[in-house]
């Protein structure tokens, strides 16, 4: 890319950090299709991006189909394309949108990986709770469960975030949203215990605000926690495929086969859209199904 193109990107991903304060991976994918769309028009010698018309984009589209891409990169990556021409526009450094009339495809929506209610048992109760990382570990199964958190929202929590006294988490979820969250009894108790015995002991002479550290006493990482979830899988014989969203999706669909209304769980879950949350319905359906065929004497 040439330096202008290079800056254009720059400031468009300000923009989306600053403004629609947007999460930080979110800004990454957003930057890598930019970036490959700009490398796509260079290889067939587009002037510059700002000339691109709305076959630029198709033929891209349907290069990336080609190179293996799935339907619902495709439709974020036509997303970002088209938020892109909507900031230059804005912004008075095009004319007209070439992508106006175009819709984005909806994204095929693949049932999310729901875990038994045995099977979120036989997780949490894995770790050796006699070991300082064995009751941080417990305590932040019994936190992901119970509050239906997404990864990235459970290793940027503080101390501070938990309330004992009232029984709830704050949390900030993606573009910087705060929702808070009520925990349960069994988790309000792990985490005290977690932070008064363990933190201490892993924190050793080091001082973080992050609830969650690793053995070395620093903030636990995304892919910290992925090894843990893999570890405690394996402990526990859960053969499915498992990952640290996984209690997470349990969470939601427990709560729906509990009975709990759809709009409470998308409040605790911090979707915009309500059609994000109906997914679940979708899966405890698909449950009762299975235990009817199995169960029911005229299957």
């Given at each position: 890319m040439d330096?202008?193109t290079d800056e254009?990107?720059?400031q468009f991903?300000n923009y989306l950090?600053v403004?629609?304060?947007?999460?930080?991976?979110?800004l990454e994918?957003?930057?890598?299709?930019?970036k490959?769309?700009c490398a796509?028009?260079?290889?067939?010698?587009?002037?510059?991006?700002?000339?691109c018309?709305?076959?630029?984009?198709?033929?891209?589209l349907?290069?990336e189909?080609?190179q293996?891409?799935?339907?619902r990169?495709?439709a974020?990556?036509?997303?970002c394309?088209?938020?892109?021409f909507?900031?230059?526009?804005?912004?008075?450094?095009?004319d007209?949108?070439?992508?106006?009339?175009?819709?984005?495809p909806?994204?095929?929506?693949k049932l999310p990986?729901v875990?038994?209610i045995?099977e979120?048992?036989a997780?949490i109760?894995?770790p050796?709770?006699?070991?300082?990382?064995g009751v941080r570990?417990?305590a932040?199964?019994e936190?992901?469960?119970?509050?239906?958190?997404r990864?990235?929202e459970?290793v940027?929590?503080?101390?501070?975030n938990?309330?004992y006294?009232?029984?709830f988490?704050?949390?900030?979820g993606?573009g910087?949203?705060?929702?808070?969250i009520p925990?349960?009894?069994?988790a309000?108790?792990w985490?005290?215990?977690?932070?008064e015995?363990?933190?201490p002991a892993?924190l050793?002479?080091?001082?973080?605000?992050?609830?969650?550290?690793?053995r070395r006493?620093?903030r636990?990482t995304?892919?910290?926690?992925?090894q843990i979830i893999k570890?405690?899988?394996l402990?526990a014989?859960?053969?499915k495929?498992?990952?640290?969203?996984?209690?997470?999706?349990s969470?939601a669909?427990?709560?729906l086969e509990?009975?709990?209304?759809?709009r409470?769980?998308?409040?605790?879950l911090?979707h915009?859209?309500?059609?994000?949350?109906?997914i679940?319905t979708?899966?405890?359906r698909?449950?009762?199904?299975t235990?009817?065929?199995?169960?029911?004497p005229?299957r």
């Amino acid at each position: 890319m040439d330096k202008n193109t290079d800056e254009l990107l720059d400031q468009f991903i300000n923009y989306l950090a600053v403004e629609r304060r947007l999460a930080a991976n979110t800004l990454e994918s957003y930057a890598h299709d930019l970036k490959k769309y700009c490398a796509f028009l260079k290889a067939r010698n587009t002037q510059s991006i700002l000339f691109c018309t709305r076959v630029d984009v198709l033929m891209f589209l349907n290069h990336e189909r080609k190179q293996g891409l799935s339907p619902r990169s495709l439709a974020r990556t036509l997303s970002c394309i088209k938020t892109f021409f909507k900031y230059l526009l804005h912004d008075g450094l095009i004319d007209k949108n070439p992508l106006q009339d175009v819709e984005s495809p909806r994204a095929e929506r693949k049932l999310p990986n729901v875990m038994s209610i045995n099977e979120v048992k036989a997780l949490i109760e894995a770790p050796d709770i006699t070991t300082a990382l064995g009751v941080r570990d417990r305590a932040l199964f019994e936190l992901l469960y119970a509050a239906g958190l997404r990864v990235s929202e459970l290793v940027a929590l503080t101390v501070n975030n938990i309330n004992y006294e009232a029984g709830f988490i704050r949390v900030f979820g993606k573009g910087s949203k705060e929702r808070v969250i009520p925990l349960g009894e069994e988790a309000l108790a792990w985490v005290k215990r977690y932070t008064e015995e363990s933190r201490p002991a892993l924190l050793g002479r080091k001082n973080t605000v992050y609830l969650f550290t690793n053995r070395r006493g620093n903030r636990l990482t995304r892919q910290g926690l992925w090894q843990i979830i893999k570890k405690y899988c394996l402990a526990a014989g859960i053969t499915k495929k498992i990952s640290p969203h996984s209690l997470r999706h349990s969470f939601a669909s427990h709560l729906l086969e509990g009975g709990a209304d759809l709009r409470s769980v998308q409040s605790m879950l911090g979707h915009e859209d309500i059609s994000t949350t109906q997914i679940y319905t979708h899966v405890a359906r698909d449950q009762l199904k299975t235990v009817h065929d199995k169960y029911h004497p005229r299957r």
